[in-house]
Protein backbone atom coordinates (compact mmCIF):
# COMPACT_ATOMS: atom_id res chain seq x y z
CA UNK A 1 0.00 0.00 0.00
CA UNK A 2 1.39 3.10 -1.18
CA UNK A 3 1.51 5.95 1.29
CA UNK A 4 -0.37 8.11 -0.82
CA UNK A 5 -3.08 5.28 -0.26
CA UNK A 6 -2.67 5.64 3.38
CA UNK A 7 -3.10 9.61 3.70
CA UNK A 8 -5.87 9.03 1.74
CA UNK A 9 -7.74 6.87 3.92
CA UNK A 10 -7.12 8.91 6.95
CA UNK A 11 -8.73 11.83 5.41
CA UNK A 12 -12.21 9.34 4.53
CA UNK A 13 -11.54 7.82 8.07
CA UNK A 14 -12.04 11.67 9.53
CA UNK A 15 -14.15 13.08 7.22
CA UNK A 16 -16.43 10.52 5.72
CA UNK A 17 -16.78 7.69 7.94
CA UNK A 18 -18.98 8.99 11.04
CA UNK A 19 -21.45 9.85 8.35
CA UNK A 20 -22.05 5.95 7.44
CA UNK A 21 -21.63 4.42 10.72
CA UNK A 22 -24.55 5.89 12.56
CA UNK A 23 -28.48 5.29 10.80
CA UNK A 24 -28.90 8.94 11.78
CA UNK A 25 -25.86 9.63 8.87
CA UNK A 26 -28.60 8.11 6.12
CA UNK A 27 -30.31 11.34 7.02
CA UNK A 28 -27.52 13.08 6.09
CA UNK A 29 -26.94 11.50 3.35
CA UNK A 30 -30.60 11.88 1.92
CA UNK A 31 -31.36 15.44 2.45
CA UNK A 32 -27.63 16.93 1.64
CA UNK A 33 -27.77 18.82 -1.64
CA UNK A 34 -27.26 16.95 -4.78
CA UNK A 35 -25.05 19.67 -6.30
CA UNK A 36 -23.79 20.38 -9.98
CA UNK A 37 -23.56 17.31 -12.57
CA UNK A 38 -22.10 18.95 -15.66
CA UNK A 39 -18.25 18.40 -16.70
CA UNK A 40 -15.69 20.57 -15.52
CA UNK A 41 -14.58 22.35 -18.09
CA UNK A 42 -10.56 21.44 -17.52
CA UNK A 43 -12.15 17.77 -17.25
CA UNK A 44 -13.43 18.33 -21.17
CA UNK A 45 -11.69 20.83 -22.48
CA UNK A 46 -10.34 19.28 -25.41
CA UNK A 47 -13.16 17.12 -26.06
CA UNK A 48 -16.29 17.48 -28.38
CA UNK A 49 -19.13 17.42 -25.93
CA UNK A 50 -23.25 16.83 -26.47
CA UNK A 51 -25.74 17.00 -24.00
CA UNK A 52 -29.46 15.14 -24.69
CA UNK A 53 -32.33 14.62 -22.59
CA UNK A 54 -33.34 11.02 -22.33
CA UNK A 55 -36.38 9.23 -20.37
CA UNK A 56 -36.32 12.44 -18.69
CA UNK A 57 -33.02 12.57 -17.04
CA UNK A 58 -29.97 14.40 -18.94
CA UNK A 59 -27.08 12.84 -20.76
CA UNK A 60 -23.94 13.69 -21.56
CA UNK A 61 -21.74 12.43 -24.24
CA UNK A 62 -18.18 13.09 -25.22
CA UNK A 63 -15.54 12.06 -27.64
CA UNK A 64 -12.47 12.64 -29.44
CA UNK A 65 -13.27 15.42 -32.27
CA UNK A 66 -11.98 15.03 -35.71
CA UNK A 67 -11.14 10.64 -35.43
CA UNK A 68 -13.32 8.97 -38.28
CA UNK A 69 -16.73 9.77 -39.31
CA UNK A 70 -18.47 6.83 -38.66
CA UNK A 71 -20.91 6.18 -35.35
CA UNK A 72 -17.90 5.19 -32.75
CA UNK A 73 -18.64 2.41 -30.27
CA UNK A 74 -20.19 3.67 -27.18
CA UNK A 75 -18.78 3.22 -23.65
CA UNK A 76 -21.70 4.23 -20.52
CA UNK A 77 -20.41 5.22 -17.60
CA UNK A 78 -22.65 4.99 -14.34
CA UNK A 79 -21.06 7.41 -11.39
CA UNK A 80 -21.23 5.94 -8.13
CA UNK A 81 -22.23 7.83 -4.88
CA UNK A 82 -24.40 5.29 -3.16
CA UNK A 83 -27.50 6.66 -5.28
CA UNK A 84 -27.64 9.60 -3.11
CA UNK A 85 -25.08 11.81 -4.33
CA UNK A 86 -24.45 13.61 -7.85
CA UNK A 87 -21.49 13.11 -10.05
CA UNK A 88 -18.42 13.99 -9.15
CA UNK A 89 -14.96 15.55 -11.00
CA UNK A 90 -13.53 12.36 -10.38
CA UNK A 91 -15.82 10.27 -12.12
CA UNK A 92 -15.63 13.03 -14.86
CA UNK A 93 -11.68 12.97 -15.30
CA UNK A 94 -12.32 9.00 -15.76
CA UNK A 95 -14.91 9.20 -18.18
CA UNK A 96 -13.32 11.81 -20.24
CA UNK A 97 -9.80 9.73 -20.22
CA UNK A 98 -11.62 7.20 -21.93
CA UNK A 99 -12.56 9.09 -24.31
CA UNK A 100 -9.58 10.69 -24.62
CA UNK A 101 -7.38 7.44 -25.26
CA UNK A 102 -10.11 5.37 -27.05
CA UNK A 103 -11.87 6.35 -29.88
CA UNK A 104 -15.20 5.61 -28.64
CA UNK A 105 -17.78 8.14 -27.41
CA UNK A 106 -18.62 7.93 -24.03
CA UNK A 107 -22.26 8.45 -22.49
CA UNK A 108 -22.72 9.70 -18.63
CA UNK A 109 -25.96 9.06 -17.66
CA UNK A 110 -27.06 11.76 -14.98
CA UNK A 111 -29.72 9.60 -13.60
CA UNK A 112 -31.97 10.78 -10.20
CA UNK A 113 -31.01 10.32 -7.07
CA UNK A 114 -32.77 9.43 -3.94
CA UNK A 115 -34.95 10.60 -1.88
CA UNK A 116 -36.64 12.38 -5.15
CA UNK A 117 -36.03 9.25 -7.60
CA UNK A 118 -35.43 5.88 -7.53
CA UNK A 119 -34.41 2.72 -8.99
CA UNK A 120 -37.00 1.93 -11.52
CA UNK A 121 -36.25 5.31 -13.39
CA UNK A 122 -32.95 4.48 -13.51
CA UNK A 123 -33.31 1.42 -15.08
CA UNK A 124 -35.78 3.03 -17.51
CA UNK A 125 -33.11 5.16 -18.54
CA UNK A 126 -30.48 2.98 -19.07
CA UNK A 127 -32.39 0.51 -20.57
CA UNK A 128 -33.56 3.44 -23.46
CA UNK A 129 -29.44 4.36 -24.05
CA UNK A 130 -28.99 0.60 -24.45
CA UNK A 131 -32.41 0.28 -26.69
CA UNK A 132 -30.72 3.04 -29.19
CA UNK A 133 -27.55 1.33 -29.31
CA UNK A 134 -29.75 -1.81 -30.44
CA UNK A 135 -31.34 -0.58 -33.09
CA UNK A 136 -28.35 1.67 -34.48
CA UNK A 137 -26.50 -1.70 -34.15
CA UNK A 138 -23.75 0.37 -32.29
CA UNK A 139 -21.15 -1.89 -29.99
CA UNK A 140 -22.07 -1.20 -26.49
CA UNK A 141 -19.73 -1.23 -23.09
CA UNK A 142 -21.17 -0.40 -19.75
CA UNK A 143 -18.91 0.73 -17.32
CA UNK A 144 -19.42 1.87 -13.24
CA UNK A 145 -18.30 2.25 -10.02
CA UNK A 146 -20.10 1.59 -6.70
CA UNK A 147 -23.46 2.46 -7.28
CA UNK A 148 -23.05 2.86 -10.44
CA UNK A 149 -21.57 -0.73 -10.57
CA UNK A 150 -24.55 -2.41 -9.34
CA UNK A 151 -26.83 -0.06 -12.13
CA UNK A 152 -24.73 -0.88 -14.76
CA UNK A 153 -24.72 -4.63 -14.00
CA UNK A 154 -28.28 -4.69 -13.49
CA UNK A 155 -28.86 -2.84 -17.15
CA UNK A 156 -26.26 -5.44 -18.50
CA UNK A 157 -28.12 -8.21 -17.26
CA UNK A 158 -31.90 -6.95 -18.61
CA UNK A 159 -29.90 -6.22 -21.99
CA UNK A 160 -28.06 -9.68 -22.92
CA UNK A 161 -32.23 -10.97 -22.56
CA UNK A 162 -33.07 -8.74 -25.09
CA UNK A 163 -32.88 -10.11 -28.43
CA UNK A 164 -30.08 -7.87 -30.60
CA UNK A 165 -27.95 -7.20 -27.59
CA UNK A 166 -24.48 -5.01 -28.84
CA UNK A 167 -23.24 -5.31 -25.27
CA UNK A 168 -19.35 -6.32 -25.85
CA UNK A 169 -18.19 -5.96 -22.24
CA UNK A 170 -18.67 -4.49 -18.75
CA UNK A 171 -16.44 -2.79 -16.13
CA UNK A 172 -17.37 -2.94 -12.32
CA UNK A 173 -15.33 -0.88 -9.62
CA UNK A 174 -15.98 -1.74 -6.33
CA UNK A 175 -19.59 -2.44 -7.02
CA UNK A 176 -22.61 -2.11 -4.63
CA UNK A 177 -23.89 -5.76 -5.72
CA UNK A 178 -26.69 -6.03 -2.86
CA UNK A 179 -28.87 -3.72 -1.52
CA UNK A 180 -29.16 -6.30 1.52
CA UNK A 181 -25.47 -6.31 2.48
CA UNK A 182 -26.23 -9.45 4.04
CA UNK A 183 -22.64 -10.73 2.89
CA UNK A 184 -21.49 -12.35 6.66
CA UNK A 185 -17.77 -11.11 5.36
CA UNK A 186 -18.51 -7.76 5.21
CA UNK A 187 -18.22 -7.79 8.98
CA UNK A 188 -14.68 -8.44 9.23
CA UNK A 189 -14.03 -5.67 6.46
CA UNK A 190 -16.38 -3.24 7.76
CA UNK A 191 -13.50 -2.70 10.65
CA UNK A 192 -11.27 -1.70 8.36
CA UNK A 193 -13.16 0.06 5.84
CA UNK A 194 -12.12 3.97 6.68
CA UNK A 195 -14.89 5.25 4.74
CA UNK A 196 -18.26 3.17 4.34
CA UNK A 197 -20.52 1.15 6.53
CA UNK A 198 -23.76 -0.45 6.47
CA UNK A 199 -25.52 1.15 9.54
CA UNK A 200 -26.13 4.59 7.45
CA UNK A 201 -26.55 2.53 4.30
CA UNK A 202 -28.94 0.50 4.81
CA UNK A 203 -32.15 3.51 5.31
CA UNK A 204 -30.32 4.51 2.07
CA UNK A 205 -30.94 1.30 -0.20
CA UNK A 206 -34.80 1.10 1.36
CA UNK A 207 -35.34 4.39 -0.05
CA UNK A 208 -33.73 3.83 -3.23
CA UNK A 209 -35.24 0.65 -3.86
CA UNK A 210 -38.77 2.44 -3.66
CA UNK A 211 -40.28 -0.63 -2.28
CA UNK A 212 -39.25 -2.93 -4.40
CA UNK A 213 -37.41 -5.78 -1.80
CA UNK A 214 -33.70 -5.60 -1.77
CA UNK A 215 -33.16 -8.37 -2.42
CA UNK A 216 -34.42 -8.56 -5.93
CA UNK A 217 -32.07 -8.87 -8.51
CA UNK A 218 -33.32 -5.85 -10.35
CA UNK A 219 -31.71 -3.69 -7.13
CA UNK A 220 -29.49 -6.18 -6.00
CA UNK A 221 -27.82 -7.67 -9.35
CA UNK A 222 -25.79 -10.16 -7.55
CA UNK A 223 -28.87 -12.56 -7.59
CA UNK A 224 -29.42 -12.16 -11.05
CA UNK A 225 -28.84 -14.45 -14.04
CA UNK A 226 -25.37 -14.05 -14.98
CA UNK A 227 -25.22 -16.33 -17.84
CA UNK A 228 -24.92 -15.17 -20.94
CA UNK A 229 -22.95 -11.67 -20.11
CA UNK A 230 -20.02 -10.45 -21.98
CA UNK A 231 -16.62 -10.32 -20.46
CA UNK A 232 -16.42 -8.75 -16.87
CA UNK A 233 -13.75 -6.69 -15.61
CA UNK A 234 -13.96 -6.74 -11.91
CA UNK A 235 -11.59 -4.38 -9.31
CA UNK A 236 -12.04 -3.84 -5.70
CA UNK A 237 -9.38 -3.46 -2.99
CA UNK A 238 -9.40 -5.00 0.26
CA UNK A 239 -10.11 -2.84 2.60
CA UNK A 240 -13.67 -1.56 0.96
CA UNK A 241 -16.84 -3.59 2.66
CA UNK A 242 -17.94 -4.17 -0.89
CA UNK A 243 -14.97 -6.45 -1.41
CA UNK A 244 -16.92 -9.44 -0.12
CA UNK A 245 -19.70 -9.44 -2.74
CA UNK A 246 -17.13 -8.81 -5.53
CA UNK A 247 -14.84 -12.06 -4.66
CA UNK A 248 -18.80 -14.11 -4.47
CA UNK A 249 -19.61 -12.13 -7.47
CA UNK A 250 -16.44 -13.32 -9.61
CA UNK A 251 -16.80 -16.69 -8.31
CA UNK A 252 -20.53 -16.85 -9.70
CA UNK A 253 -19.27 -15.28 -12.92
CA UNK A 254 -16.76 -17.57 -13.20
CA UNK A 255 -19.13 -20.64 -12.88
CA UNK A 256 -21.49 -19.55 -15.59
CA UNK A 257 -19.25 -19.59 -17.81
CA UNK A 258 -18.76 -15.64 -18.01
CA UNK A 259 -14.76 -14.85 -18.94
CA UNK A 260 -14.00 -12.71 -15.63
CA UNK A 261 -10.98 -10.94 -15.00
CA UNK A 262 -10.60 -9.99 -11.18
CA UNK A 263 -8.01 -7.78 -10.04
CA UNK A 264 -8.05 -7.05 -6.10
CA UNK A 265 -5.96 -4.31 -4.96
CA UNK A 266 -4.00 -4.84 -1.88
CA UNK A 267 -4.99 -2.71 0.41
CA UNK A 268 -7.00 -0.55 -1.63
CA UNK A 269 -10.00 1.44 -0.26
CA UNK A 270 -13.00 2.51 -1.95
CA UNK A 271 -13.03 3.18 -5.48
CA UNK A 272 -9.34 2.76 -6.25
CA UNK A 273 -9.39 3.97 -9.56
CA UNK A 274 -10.71 7.45 -8.49
CA UNK A 275 -8.07 8.30 -6.22
CA UNK A 276 -5.32 10.45 -6.31
CA UNK A 277 -2.72 7.64 -5.65
CA UNK A 278 -0.12 5.51 -7.68
CA UNK A 279 -2.16 2.30 -7.53
CA UNK A 280 -5.15 4.38 -9.71
CA UNK A 281 -3.25 4.12 -12.79
CA UNK A 282 -2.52 0.30 -12.77
CA UNK A 283 -6.06 -0.02 -12.65
CA UNK A 284 -6.74 2.38 -15.08
CA UNK A 285 -4.88 1.20 -17.24
CA UNK A 286 -6.50 -1.94 -16.87
CA UNK A 287 -9.99 -0.47 -17.62
CA UNK A 288 -8.91 0.71 -20.76
CA UNK A 289 -7.00 -2.42 -21.92
CA UNK A 290 -10.18 -4.28 -21.11
CA UNK A 291 -12.36 -1.87 -23.18
CA UNK A 292 -10.01 -1.86 -26.08
CA UNK A 293 -9.99 -5.44 -26.38
CA UNK A 294 -14.11 -5.78 -26.19
CA UNK A 295 -14.39 -3.13 -28.36
CA UNK A 296 -12.12 -3.12 -31.36
Given at each position: ???????????????????????????????????????P?K????????????A????YA?????????????????????????I???????????????????????????????A???R?????L???????????Y??????G???????AQ????????????????????????????????????P????????????????????????????????A???????T???H?????DA???????A???????Y???D??????????V????A??????????????
Amino acid sequence: MSWQMRAVALYTRAVRRRVYASPRGARTLLTRPKGPSAPPAKAVADLALRREEVAGFRVYAVHRPGTGTSPRPVVIYCHGGAYVSEIAPQHWHLAAQIARDLDVEVWVPIYGLAPQHHAAEARTLMAALLGRLREEGRPAYLAGDSAGGGLALAAAQHDVATPGSTLAGLTLIAPWLDLTMANPEIDALERVDPWLARPALHEVARVWAGGIPLDDPSVSPIHGELAGLPPVLLTVGTHDITLADARLLAARLADAGVEVAYDEVDGGIHVVPLLPVPEAAAARALIHDHIRRCLP
